[in-house]
């Protein structure tokens, strides 16, 4: 090999190796700012991502207004007249059971001077209310709404579906099962057929 082949070989390995170097420097200023990097990130509170769950409004009761510390639901109760059901609104305190405090509501009948009737007999009681989770709603009354019931298939009806549709204006109740002192009976007065479980009736409520 030529002294002038020689030196260019020697160079080139001299720039060979100062690539190296450089490269190498590079290469652990990387993992030097990596692990800065992890040790930052140890060091800092983990935030859970929310739940997609956690972003949305339950639809169980979207349809039923609060009004400050209660909540505001219908009551349906006799026409004036008697041939329907007319709503009226009442807000009411919360509780862990809405659905027994509202029949306690309209046990109570409608507010003074409204010119409405009430939908249940006089007397009657409030024994046990249990919504399923199908959406079946079962409410028990005492003897009195069968015993001091004024007859009369329109009377019926309406007493009938009073207690139906109070019920499920919840979006929890389907349908609704009423008994008489914990018993399925078949009629109140003879005409409807209550042994089955109701669906609500929008015919009979009046605008």
């Known amino acids: 090999m030529s002294q002038r082949n020689a030196k260019w070989l020697v160079l080139l390995l001299i720039v060979c190796m100062i690539g190296i ?3 190498g420097c590079g290469v652990l ?9 992890q040790v930052e990130s140890e060091n800092e509170e983990i935030t ?12 169980a009761e979207k349809k039923d207004e609060v009004v400050g510390k209660g909540k505001q639901i219908m009551l349906y109760f006799i026409s004036a007249d008697g041939s329907s059901l007319t709503k009226q609104e009442r807000t009411i305190s919360i ?3 809405i659905a027994r405090k509202t029949i306690e509501e309209l046990i109570k009948g409608p507010d003074e001077g409204s010119g409405l009737l009430a939908s249940l007999p006089e007397g009657t009681e409030l024994l046990d209310i249990n919504i399923k989770s199908d959406g079946l709603c079962i409410v028990d009354f005492s ?10 298939a329109q009377n019926e009806e ?11 204006q919840f979006s929890s109740v389907k349908e609704v099962k009423i008994l ?3 018993c399925e009976i ?10 089955e479980t109701m669906s609500r009736n929008e015919d009979i409520i009046t605008p």
């Open 21 to 23: 170097l450089l490269s």
């Open 29 to 37: 200023d990387k993992l030097k700012a990596w692990k800065e990097g």
């Open 48 to 59: 859970p991502p929310v739940e997609e769950s956690e972003l949305q409004v339950p639809a």
């Open 95 to 97: 509780t862990e059971s």
């Open 143 to 152: 003897n009195d709404l069968v015993y001091n019931h004024p007859g009369g």
């Open 158 to 168: 309406l007493t009938v579906y009073s207690i139906v549709n109070t019920l499920t």
């Open 180 to 182: 008489v002192n914990g």
């Open 186 to 195: 078949e009629t109140l007065a003879g005409h409807l057929d209550i042994s």
